[in-house]
T-cell receptor
Framework: DGGITQSPKYLFRKEGQNVTLSCEQNLNHDAMYWYRQDPGQGLRLIYYSQIVNDFQKGDIAEGYSVSREKKESFPLTVTSAQKNPTAFYLC?????????????FGAGTRLSVL | AQRVTQPEKLLSVFKGAPVELKCNYSYSGSPELFWYVQYSRQRLQLLLRHISRESIKGFTADLNKGETSFHLKKPFAQEEDSAMYYCALSSLGSARQLTFGSGTQLTVLP
């Protein structure tokens, strides 16, 4: 069950707290993505990175931050500015280029607010 | 802006019956369409893409540019087809990533 590893599986956030979700891949993929999944809304793109040290905002980037210091790692920080963080978060990766849309997904992290 | 609409949140069919999961999109350029599937307790994974023109697990999907649709079809549903299905769109030649629909939960009844 390798490929993309997300941790932790469950995470709880207190008011005013920043929390970081981990995403690691051993597929040697150039591109990585973070999605938020809410009931009835499908997947919405938060951030994506096509190459190390570069990333772009997706549709719902406000209240989130990312870094891409290593090819295999793309952590997502949910900041205190994100007022409604309770959701299921999915990380994905792809080879990039013409294969960018064949994405491989992690098992997800469920974030809840205490 | 590109948008993907899956009008059915829930769909139930009996085993052996035909099944069609609807997907409509809005995009003015040249789209690339996909179906992703998530089986119970498994990860989201690619099922098929329109440019491959292949049948996966008995499923096919044809891109109809006139009707801006990419419906997923299978002539005889099986119980193991029960899953959440997502239609997704990307613009060809663009750095823009996938836009997903809201998903359809398919249940195949015995």
């Amino acid at each position: 069950d390798g490929g993309i590893t997300q941790s932790p599986k469950y995470l709880f956030r207190k008011e005013g707290q920043n929390v970081t979700l981990s995403c690691e891949q051993n597929l040697n993929h150039d591109a990585m993505y973070w999605y938020r999944q809410d009931p009835g809304q499908g997947l919405r793109l938060i951030y994506y990175s096509q190459i190390v040290n570069d990333f772009q905002k997706g549709d719902i980037a406000e209240g989130y931050s990312v870094s891409r210091e290593k090819k295999e790692s793309f952590p997502l920080t949910v900041t205190s500015a994100q007022k409604n963080p309770t959701a299921f978060y999915l990380c994905a990766s792809s080879r990039g280029g013409e294969a960018k849309n064949i994405q491989y997904f992690g098992a997800g992290t469920r974030l809840s607010v205490l | 802006a590109q948008r993907v609409t899956q009008p059915e949140k829930l769909l139930s069919v009996f085993k052996g019956a035909p099944v069609e999961l609807k997907c409509n999109y809005s995009y003015s350029g040249s789209p690339e369409l996909f179906w992703y599937v998530q089986y119970s307790r498994q990860r989201l994974q690619l099922l098929l893409r329109h440019i491959s023109r292949e049948s996966i697990k008995g499923f096919t999907a044809d891109l109809n540019k006139g009707e801006t649709s990419f419906h997923l079809k299978k002539p005889f549903a099986q119980e193991e087809d029960s899953a959440m299905y997502y239609c997704a769109l990307s613009s060809l030649g663009s750095a823009r990533q996938l836009t997903f629909g809201s998903g359809t939960q398919l249940t195949v009844l015995p």
